[in-house]
């Protein structure tokens, strides 16, 4: 019933923009950050994934994101990931607006995919601003622990947005621009704690919630389901036919 009252959301608000969290991922085996199971019950984000940390202690930075960005490499997108990429593909979805890093968007083909957290896919200098594509920084990561920049010496940071930081030029703004031109916007798998991506929503005209638990905007959204992104969007590409 609540699949079928979406579907006809996305036809009958177009264009429709996706805004996707952690939640998407999580059926990829990609842990969260704000659950009980989630990254931040087992680090402290402020010593691991801040930008004063990476000041103070890249080593330590890196060793956690050495880690993390194996693990997302080793994932796989799921079934929410490849229904976007359809509806997409179908002209339903005009673009996925994302707080992943993890790519998985991209890897599920998802064409138009703004990612406002940064992503995994590089790592920059904070000296002379260039840019190592992930397979140096992954070569660099087997040899020496922590990557530095070819061109100046500087330790290089990953190409996500740390605690601290603001998010990457351009991405918020395209992001906002989807949201004011869109009918709707479709949240998948966040709960909209995070700002200031969580104003996205607030943003377009109306927005709907497809996420396992409440998010921040529930009372505002002008349709919620509470279901895997994976089982909703599924069944949602089924009612289209
Ligand atoms: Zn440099």
Known sequence: MSAAALAALLCARQPCVALTGAGIS???????????????????????????????????????????IHALLAAEPNAGHCALAELEQRGLVQAV???????????????????????????????????????????????????????????LKPGVTLFGELLPPGALERATDLARAAGLVLVVGSTLEVWPVAGLPLEAPAFAVVNLGPSALDDQALLRIDGSAGQTLSAVLDELG
């Open 97 to 155: 607006v994302t707080q992943n890093i993890d790519t998985l968007h991209t890897r599920a083909g998802s064409r138009e995919v703004v990612e406002v957290h940064g992503s995994i896919r590089s790592a920059e200098c904070l000296g002379c601003l260039r840019r190592e594509e992930l397979d140096g920084v992954l070569a660099q990561l087997e040899r020496a622990g922590t990557p530095v920049c070819a061109h100046c010496g500087e330790p």
């Open 26 to 68: 999580t059926e990829s085996g990609i842990p969260d950050f704000r659950s009980d199971t989630g990254i931040w019950a087992e680090v402290d984000p402020f010593e691991v994934a801040s930008i004063q940390a990476f000041r103070r202690d890249p080593v330590r930075v890196w060793s956690f994101y050495r880690q993390r």
